[in-house]
């Protein structure tokens, strides 16, 4: 436990954090991968490349220093890392690596006259507490997954059953598990992890379930990324038939249970997670505002069978924005979605339950927008399909 000192001594090195800990993250990672070679497959590469996960862990990092004292302050943040942990099968002994790299980081980059022994060790139990704190609540996880009805733990074989072409850039995989059990059920929302080995490399993805539970098989829909070694590898080498290795869904970005009005706003393939929302609110009668945007009508995947929903549920009504096009595609607007048309396509009443996802752009102007149209923030809900970040 951290004693008053040390508990001193981490909060000491918030600013330090607050203008160098994306340099500290970036050297952290890459001792870890150079050094580890085992926790590779944990990391999407591209998001190193980008600077996108070392920024998270800064983000994370800041966050745990500052609220040291309560760490209830850190929000939903835990809950992610958490979720996301899970979905790529974090185990206990892969956090002494993370510790012994985080430390030497600390001593690197920030020198031995800054990062002397007795900071050195603060951040020791500092992590520790962090790490105990961790993989409790993933071994509940772990253990509530193995429990469930149609549950499991670690990978588990599903054979590609349908392979589905749902628009240029985006295909469906239809997942059923070979040993022919139940599957069970996920929460609309979350995501699964999927376990592959490409070119001789152990890989590990998220992938969120764009379908509700059926109890049988589970779809995830992959939009094809330029230079993506997974995506490519799915929609290139992967056909009916062929087995994967599935983790149990996870994520914290869930359809909670309520009676106020539902918006669902998704980007490009963030439309993913929002059909098995869809899916499972239209079991209510609860009013439904379903809004996605897409580049043009060749990459709008899924529309088809929105339209056929809207057509039977009276509850339901839908709006399209194409970035290009025209009137003629059938989009109800053309060009960005901004806080002018979202107020349009939005209830009247603005005491709503909103989600949204999709490019990280497109999630801060709609979370700006639905502020300032008056959502109350605590009804509005968001998830990234990379590391947890920030929309600030």
Same mark, same amino acid.
């Given at each position: 436990m951290l004693n008053d000192s040390q508990r001193t001594i981490v909060k000491s090195t918030v600013p330090l954090l607050e203008s160098g800990g994306e340099a500290l993250t970036t050297h952290f990672y890459r001792i870890m991968l150079a050094e580890y070679p085992e926790v590779r497959p944990l990391f999407? &590469? #591209?998001h190193q490349a980008s600077g996108e996960q070392p920024r998270a862990l800064a983000n994370g990092v800041l966050m745990y220093a500052r609220h040291i004292d309560k760490l209830e302050?850190?929000?939903?943040?835990?809950?992610?890392?958490?979720?996301?942990?899970v979905?790529? &099968?974090?185990?206990?002994?892969?956090?002494?690596?993370?510790?012994?790299?985080?430390?030497?980081a600390i001593r690197e980059v920030l020198g031995a006259d800054i990062a002397t022994d007795e900071v050195i060790a603060a951040w020791g139990v500092a992590y520790q507490q962090l790490a105990d704190i961790l993989i409790a609540a993933e071994e509940q996880v772990y253990a509530a997954n193995a429990a469930a009805s149609g549950g499991w733990r670690g990978a588990r074989e599903f054979r590609v059953a349908r392979k589905v072409v749902e628009s240029s850039e985006i295909t469906s995989f239809y997942l059923t598990p070979v040993d022919g059990g139940a599957v069970m059920a996920h929460q609309p929302? &979350?995501?699964?992890?999927?376990?592959?080995?490409?070119?001789?490399?152990?890989v590990r993805r998220n992938y969120s379930l764009s379908a509700a539970p059926s109890g049988c098989d589970l779809r995830i829909s992959v939009k094809r990324e330029s230079g993506g070694v997974v995506s490519n590898h799915l929609h290139d080498n992967v056909s009916e038939n062929d087995v994967l290795g599935v983790f149990p869904p996870?994520? #914290?970005f869930t359809l909670q249970e309520?009676?106020? *009005?539902?918006?669902?706003?998704?980007?490009?393939?963030?439309?993913?997670?929002?059909?098995?929302?869809?899916?499972?609110?239209?079991?209510? &009668?609860? *009013?439904?505002? %379903?809004?996605?945007?897409?580049?043009?009508?060749?990459?709008h995947a899924f529309r088809d069978s929105v339209d056929a929903l809207a057509a039977h549920h009276p509850q339901l009504k839908r709006f399209y924005?194409? $970035?290009?096009?025209?009137?003629? $595609?059938?989009?109800?607007?053309?060009? %960005?979605?901004?806080?002018?048309r979202l107020a349009q396509w939005l209830p009247q009443t603005r005491d709503v339950d909103a989600y949204f996802l999709g490019p990280k752009p497109f999630m801060a102007l709609i979370k700006r927008s639905l502020h300032a149209l008056g959502v109350p923030e605590a009804q509005t809900r968001y998830e990234f399909f990379g590391p947890a970040s920030t929309l600030n």
């Open positions: 999407n &590469q #591209a302050g850190m929000g939903n943040l835990p809950a992610q890392i958490i979720a996301k942990h979905s790529l &099968q974090i185990q206990p002994e892969h956090y002494p690596i993370v510790g012994t790299c985080l430390l030497r929302g &979350q995501y699964i992890g999927l376990h592959l080995n490409i070119n001789g490399e152990e996870s994520g #914290a309520s009676d106020k *009005p539902l918006v669902l706003i998704s980007g490009g393939v963030g439309i993913t997670p929002t059909l098995a929302m869809l899916s499972e609110a239209l079991k209510t &009668q609860r *009013p439904i505002h %379903f809004i996605h945007c897409a580049r043009n009508k060749t990459v924005c194409y $970035d290009q096009g025209s009137s003629s $595609d059938g989009a109800d607007a053309t060009g %960005f979605l901004n806080q002018e």
